[in-house]
């Protein structure tokens, strides 16, 4: 198998709502399950990116948001063996119990650092007992179980100073020939990447709670699919967006741990797909484009930062992704990603939100409008801007904006958030 494809591979995961109330769930399911006695109380520490972006986000199948419900749930019901999937078949009875929970005070939650690097600790308390569970760098990497004071596991994970992320050992060029060769077989496992995120989208056009998604819908002809493939494209996307940060009950496939990067990288291409009879074999390479792109810029940017990640890397790759499906050279795959940097690099990350859904829209028309220039060979030249003089540097630009550009605009973020 090419490293590429098994780098995709393992990083398309399925994910319950936004993935970090599901990581914090997970965190306290796990050390819940290491208590032999009732657990009674939450102390969670938590990094400006994951305070940021759960702060209120939408929990699924509850009528609650945000980081104190998600402890308060992973004590209550979550199970650590679905991992990003934990928060599944919350009850009425359940957010009672929540409820209950918050309070009496029993979930307490501090910021650790200001930070794009994933981190979580989460420590679960009974009378007699306490267990602690450490994640680093991804939303399910657990690196260190402390119970009772002792260390039951202990992981030393790498600094990525140390190491050359995988993907930075490819040029763009090298992933776009890869890309090309890849077959139909190799990359049918994309499919379920459309599978499960066009059944989240459906899931919200049968709620009453999307009401973003209503509107583009009827902005849109009242249809899914209608002859502007633009509208199409934004209805999709932003409808499985919406649904996702207010917390209905169908997961989405998640790429570099987000349910909005793993959305925003496909269901744009997919809608251009349907309506300009793309085969199979085609949607799955400019797809897999998407992702490795996408995969480039947050390698630099870290999971977590003060920019948008899923407007800009996963909108990038997904920019690269529509030039590629209407057959677009190497020399148009450098255009779009050079119009992309030169337009919404930058655009905040304020937490998964019901705004999602505003970057959203505006991610897909500005990625068909640069799509639409690269195809007619007109992009900003490397010497404006941000662009680096190599297609390389243009991407490490774009996500060394975040990090370590908008670090103190992630201080103000979170200090924003703290006085509401």
Not at 96 to 125: H, M, W
Not at 215 to 222: D, E, I, P, V, W
Not at 279 to 303: D, H, P, R, V, W
Request: neutral net charge; glycine residues 8%.
């Amino acid at each position: 198998m090419h490293p590429l494809i098994e780098l995709i591979k393992k990083d398309m995961v399925p994910a319950l709502g936004v993935t970090e109330p599901g990581c914090i769930a997970f965190a306290v399911a796990k050390a819940k399950s290491y208590l032999t006695s009732k657990p009674e109380r939450v102390v969670l520490s938590l990094n400006s990116g994951l305070y940021k972006n759960a702060y209120t986000c939408g929990i699924p199948n509850s009528s609650h948001y945000g980081i104190k419900y998600a402890a308060a749930f992973g004590l209550i019901m979550a199970d650590s063996q679905k991992g990003l999937q934990a928060l599944e078949g919350i009850t009425p009875d359940d957010d009672r119990k929540a409820e209950q929970l918050i309070q009496k005070g029993r979930i307490i939650v501090k910021l650790s650092c200001i930070s794009s690097a994933l981190y979580c600790q989460a420590t679960v308390y009974s009378k007699h007992e306490e267990c602690t569970v450490t994640i680093e760098q991804s939303h399910t990497n657990i690196t260190s179980i402390r119970l009772n004071g002792q260390f039951i596991f202990h992981n030393v994970i790498q600094n990525r100073q140390d190491t050359t992320p995988l993907i930075h050992q490819y040029s763009v060029k090298d992933i776009w020939e890869a890309v090309r060769s890849f077959s139909e077989e190799e990359l049918s496992f994309i499919q379920k990447a459309f599978d499960m995120n066009m059944s989240l989208f459906k899931e919200g056009l049968q709620s009453q709670k999307t009401v973003i998604l209503h509107q583009l819908y009827r902005m849109n002809g009242n249809t899914i699919f209608s002859k502007d493939v633009q509208k199409s494209a934004s209805l999709l996307c932003n409808g499985a967006i919406e649904a996702r940060v207010l917390g209905l009950e169908a997961p989405a496939m998640s790429i570099t741990g987000s349910g909005a990067h793993g959305i925003i990288a496909t269901l744009p291409l997919y809608a251009y797909s349907v309506l300009n009879h793309c085969t199979n074999k085609q949607l799955y390479q400019a797809t897999a484009l998407s992702y490795l792109i996408c995969m480039y810029i947050k390698e630099y940017s870290g999971k977590l930062s003060a920019f948008c990640g899923y407007g800009i890397a996963a909108g990038t790759g997904m920019a690269c992704g529509l030039v590629y499906l209407q057959q677009g050279n190497k020399e148009q795959i450098d255009h779009v990603i050079r119009n992309m940097a030169s337009s919404i690099t930058g655009m905040i990350c304020d937490g998964g939100n019901h705004g999602c859904v505003m970057k959203g829209m505006a991610a897909v028309d500005i990625a068909f409008e640069s799509a639409q220039l690269a195809m007619a060979d007109v992009s900003i030249e490397s010497v404006h801007g941000i662009n680096g003089m190599s297609i390389e540097d243009t991407l490490k630009n774009m996500g060394e904006i975040a990090d370590p550009g908008m670090r103190e605009t992630e201080k103000v973020i979170v200090d924003i958030l703290k006085k509401k």
